[in-house]
Each structure stands twice: as structure tokens, then as C-alpha cells.
């Protein structure tokens, strides 16, 4: 499967790698020059657990690069949803699937002004990343990835499932939901606890 990455921050970055690592074909999109520089002439560097390692992987400042995608995962901050969004499409095409994993909601409400909601995917993760620099992340933790349709069809349920399937296949644990709305509102409800305590503490 093809996929690229819209947004290459800390855990587009992951995320694209773990698939990379996989054996995908994986492009990583992103305006940040320094950052895309450095994954192409080095490779993407992740430290975890002191530990650091190299993935090679396409990155790209110009989304006509990539071409067409089978899958799209849009990782930008909200703010940016909009503008991915329009990129999403155009990588994407009249078939390819595109899924956001950002936190915070209407996102997949903002994509959908673009693409059909038969085609989007949406959900949380649990895994976490820091951005240490140009072309390096820390990977600080690993969890679960919850994905579900964001139409209540059985073509987008269906598209779950498969995608949920691919993420296991690569070794990211993942589980489709039928109701993936509850599931964004849940991780709302558990950053609106622990962000403004980790923002205070500077932790």
C-alpha cells in the first residue's frame, strides 16, 4: 500500500516510519524545509528508550511529488486541518482512503468538506512523540489505535476493518469501532485533564 503523510511532525513522522519499517511505501509531506532536508540526506532519526535508530523514507515539500496514495493520514495541527485537507484530496484522488488521528474535534468534519465521508477514517492513538529537532523524534510511548468510519455505511465500516487489518499487519495494534465519534470524544475528555496540569507543570 502507498501512503503518505500529511504533516511530518513528531507523530506523522512515527507513524509513517513504523509503516516504512514495515516494508510500505511511504511519503512524508511537510512545509517545514530544515525538517524534510534532513530525512531525505539522513534519514529519519528516533530515539526511544535511549536507543536511536534510522528510517529511510520518501519526504517531500511538494505534494505533486507523491502522486496518487492508497491511503492519506493527516496529521497536522487543527488550525491546519483545513489547508491538509485540500492536499489530502488531491494525493488521494476518487479512491484513496484519507484518515486523521489529530486530536481535538471536527476535524474529520473540516476533510470532509473535501472528501466524501464514505472515505474518511478517523480516531485516536495512544502511542506518543516528541519532536527533538530537524529529522529526529523521540518515540515516548506505545499504546492502542482506535480508527472507525466517519459515515455510518457499510462501504466506510468496511474501510475500517481493512485499514485496521493493514496497522496490525505493520505491527501498529489497532481496532476498528463502529462508533468512532465517541471514541474522539473520549481522548478530548482525558487531554482537557491532563493538558492543562502538564502545561502548568512544564512536565
Same mark, same amino acid.
Given at each position: 500500500m502507498k501512503v503518505a503523510v500529511v504533516g511530518a511532525g513528531a507523530m506523522g513522522s512515527l507513524f509513517g516510519a513504523l509503516? %516504512?519499517?514495515? $516494508?510500505?511505501?511511504?511519503?512524508?509531506?511537510?512545509? *517545514?524545509?530544515?525538517?524534510? &532536508? /534532513?530525512v531525505k540526506q539522513n534519514g529519519l532519526q528516533i530515539e526511544r528508550e535511549g536507543q536511536t535508530r534510522t528510517v529511510r523514507i520518501n519526504a517531500t515539500t511538494d505534494p505533486a511529488e507523491i502522486g496518487r496514495a492508497d491511503l492519506v493520514i493527516i496529521f497536522v495541527k @487543527?488550525?491546519?486541518?483545513?489547508? /491538509? /485537507?485540500?492536499?489530502?484530496?488531491?494525493?488521494?484522488g476518487s479512491e484513496g482512503?484519507?484518515?486523521?488521528? &489529530?486530536?481535538?474535534?471536527?476535524?474529520?468534519?473540516?476533510?470532509?468538506?473535501n472528501i466524501a465521508?464514505?472515505?474518511?477514517?478517523?480516531?485516536?492513538?495512544?502511542?506518543?512523540?516528541?519532536m527533538?529537532?530537524?529529522?529526529?523524534?523521540r518515540h515516548a $510511548?506505545?499504546?492502542a489505535t482506535t480508527i472507525g468510519s466517519w459515515a455510518d455505511t457499510d462501504q466506510g465500516r468496511q474501510r475500517?476493518?481493512?485499514? %485496521?487489518?493493514?496497522?496490525?499487519?505493520?505491527?501498529?495494534?489497532?481496532?476498528?469501532? /463502529?462508533?468512532?465519534? @465517541?471514541?474522539? *470524544?473520549?481522548?478530548?475528555?482525558?487531554?482537557?485533564?491532563i493538558n492543562a496540569v502538564t502545561a502548568l507543570s512544564g512536565i
Open positions: 509503516l %516504512a519499517e514495515a $516494508g510500505q511505501e511511504v511519503w512524508l509531506y511537510d512545509v *517545514w524545509v530544515a525538517h524534510v &532536508q /534532513a @487543527s488550525t491546519q486541518t483545513k489547508a /491538509a /485537507a485540500e492536499t489530502a484530496s488531491k494525493i488521494a482512503t484519507v484518515m486523521t488521528l &489529530q486530536n481535538g474535534m471536527g476535524n474529520a468534519d473540516t476533510i470532509a468538506r465521508a464514505e472515505r474518511i477514517l478517523a480516531g485516536t492513538t495512544s502511542h506518543g512523540a516528541t527533538l529537532g530537524a529529522g529526529r523524534i $510511548g506505545i499504546g475500517a476493518e481493512k485499514l %485496521a487489518d493493514f496497522f496490525n499487519s505493520a505491527g501498529i495494534a489497532a481496532q476498528a469501532v /463502529a462508533d468512532v465519534r @465517541s471514541v474522539v *470524544w473520549n481522548k478530548l475528555l482525558i487531554n482537557i485533564g
